[in-house]
Antibody, heavy 123, light 110 residues
């Protein structure tokens, strides 16, 4: 299974950043998995943005919920992230990853990850 | 400020055993399992340990994870120069209803 992010690279402040993750080597409609977005500002740590199931149900980081929207396109085997009203603080490498959620065992993890795409926000 | 607390740095000499701690609370580590990720500069994170102490395929058993109460630890035995990387812990948080990461620990092999 491989994941590949694609995005604009550079976006202006106050605009909406749109990113897409293309899944290959497996089906995004696999009922066993969710699909997630994680970001990492330059030189800083990881922050989970949100995750989606093939049916469209979503989980979001409360700190980003008002600005983030994740959607899925099963026909293209892709899922996407839109982050609105971006500022320089949103400059980061954005990763997509398969999100394994196992509520019965209170377990969840991300594996594998895409290579990441840098989004820079200019003011 | 991360909800899971890790030391910003750790170090050891080749062959040594090093541990990295991850401290949380009852709503995250205390209620859910912990995962560890390894990240080399300029590359994507890689799953190292999942469900507290399970190894994904291909990860050497020199890496091991444990959890007790609201804290978790990653141990690396027989430290090698190629282990020099950033290490992140992560868990589900029931209060946030989402995933939280530790701030990361930069491991240096002296």
């Amino acid at each position: 299974l491989q994941l590949q992010e694609s995005g604009p690279g550079l976006e202006k402040a106050s605009e909406t950043v749109s990113l897409t993750c293309t899944v290959s080597g497996g089906s995004i409609s696999d009922k066993n998995y969710h699909w997630g977005w994680i970001r990492q500002p330059p030189g800083k740590g990881l922050e989970w943005i949100g995750s989606i199931y093939y049916s469209g149900s979503t989980y979001y980081n409360p700190s980003l919920k008002s600005r983030a929207a994740i959607s899925v396109d099963t026909s293209k085997n892709q899922f996407s992230l839109k982050l609105s009203s971006v500022t320089a603080a949103d400059t980061a490498v954005f990763y997509c990853a398969r999100h394994i959620l196992r509520p019965a065992t209170k377990s969840n993890w991300f594996d594998p990850w895409g290579q990441g795409t840098l989004v820079s926000v200019s003011s | 400020q991360s909800v899971l607390t890790q030391p910003p740095s750790a170090s050891g000499t080749p062959g040594q055993r090093v541990t990295i701690s991850c401290s949380g609370s009852s709503s995250n580590i205390g209620s859910n399992t912990v995962n560890w990720y390894q990240q080399f500069p300029g590359t994507a994170p890689k799953l190292l340990i999942y469900s507290n102490n399970q190894w994904p395929s291909g990860v050497p058993d020199r890496f091991s994870g444990s959890k007790s109460g609201t804290s978790a630890s990653l141990a690396i035995s027989g430290l090698q120069s190629e282990d020099e990387a950033d290490y992140y812990c992560a868990a589900w948080d029931d209060s946030l209803n989402g995933v939280i990461f530790g701030g990361g620990t930069k491991l240096t092999v002296l």
